[in-house]
Every structure is written in structure tokens, then in C-alpha cells.
């Protein structure tokens, strides 16, 4: 059941405004409650009847992007440099709860990416205990030694300063450079400190998958999005839309 909240909590929230924003608003006329004019910023509302300046209000309910994450974009809001949520609406970076990256890619690494402001979709996608993979496309800087292949899926790789090995991941070769790797687990730098373990190092990397959601196939170009919702997210990645 949805639930009423104060007006200017709500266009708060959705980071529209701060409070005294919505007081102008509605001196000016510009905020409509189920075809009415808006009368106080203390007025409880329903999301869905709220208009302003004659539009609905944007994503009321949650927000869930899929992005291709350019190279160089930075998932952290504490970092210099260029910031993933400069490619989304201003406003967007103002929401309460805020947008979260779903598994961060670090600047070097470009490619599919989720952000929502959805907990538990955010949980979801990265508890081990869903199983939900992630393949990434690698280029190497050396020729592969010939034996990743069965090291990565015999589940008893040790990365550098961790306590446990990794579980078994899945190496397609492509050439004697070039790689795909499917991993079922999201540790710091993994796919890099995995190469690094076996004397070599990556180039580029880019994630291509998350489950069965294709970068490929949502035909998004570096620095473009879609948004849809949490439900919908869940049937692409598991593959049952």
C-alpha cells in the first residue's frame, strides 16, 4: 500500500528542491495535487498525484539504471575526477535513499553496471548466495602460460594478502591475449590481482554480463543509460523475461 508523506519531504527527497523551494512552488502555483493546486508544504500526498509544473513526478517509486560505464568514470562521490552520475539528471545525485553502483568498476574498467537506489536489489545482485555471475572481456599484456584455465576453476587460487582461495571461475580464451572470465564472486580487483597471480597483467578490462543481462544486447554506447525497475532488473539478469 503506498503511503502519504508531506509534499515537500516527497520533492525533497526526489531531489527536486530543498523545503523552501516547495514553499515558492506553491506560492507560484507550479505544484498541483490531484488536479488541484497545492494549498502548504506540510500537505500529505500520494506520490502518483502530484504534478509539477503539469509533469509527473520523476521515478516516485525507486530508480534502477543500467549503464555502460565509460572508462575513466569514477563510482565513488568522494573521489576527484569524473564521476559516473554526471552522464544522469542533476537532480538524480540529490535522491534520498541515494543512487548506489551494484558492485563498483573501478576507473580503468569500463563496461555494464547497475545503480539503484534499491537495498535490497542491491543485496541481491551481490550476496554469493544468489550465484549470480559476472563475465568480463580481458586483454592481457603477456600470452597466457597455458595452465589458467584449470587453475581459475579448481577453486584453489590464493590472491595476495587474502585468506581464502577463490571460488571456481569459468576462463574462455580467446586468443593467446585475450580472454573472457566468469566470476561468481566480487572481491577488490579481483579479475586483475587473479592475473597478477599467475605472472601477468591486464590491459583493459570491461564487464560484458551480470547473469544473463548482455551489455551487447541493451545496445547502450559508453556513458549512456536506461532506467527500468528492481522486478524487471531481476528477470533480465536471471534470464526469465
Known sequence: MKKEERLDKLLSN????????VRFWIKEGWISVDGKPATSPAQKVLADQVRLEGKELDH?????????KPLGAVCSRKEDGQLIYADFP???IDRKPPLSP??????ETS?????TDDGQLNHQLTSPKQHISKTYAVTLERPL???????????????????RPCL?????IIND?????????GRYHQVRRMFAAVGNHVNTLSRTHIGALSLNETKLVAGSYQTTTSGELMKLVTGTL
Request: charged fraction near 25%.
Open 60 to 68: 516516485p517509486h525507486g530508480l534502477t539504471i543500467i549503464y555502460h
Open 111 to 115: 563496461g555494464l553496471l547497475i545503480v
Open 177 to 185: 591475449t585475450e580472454v573472457s572470465l566468469v566470476l561468481h564472486e
Open 102 to 107: 551494484v558492485g563498483r568498476l573501478d576507473k
Open 14 to 21: 526526489l531531489g527536486y528542491g530543498v523545503r523552501k523551494d
Open 145 to 163: 602460460n597455458g595452465n589458467e584455465t584449470e587453475l581459475f576453476a579448481s577453486g584453489k587460487l590464493m590472491l595476495e594478502a587474502d585468506d
Open 168 to 172: 571456481p571461475a569459468e576462463l574462455t
Open 90 to 92: 542533476e537532480r538524480w
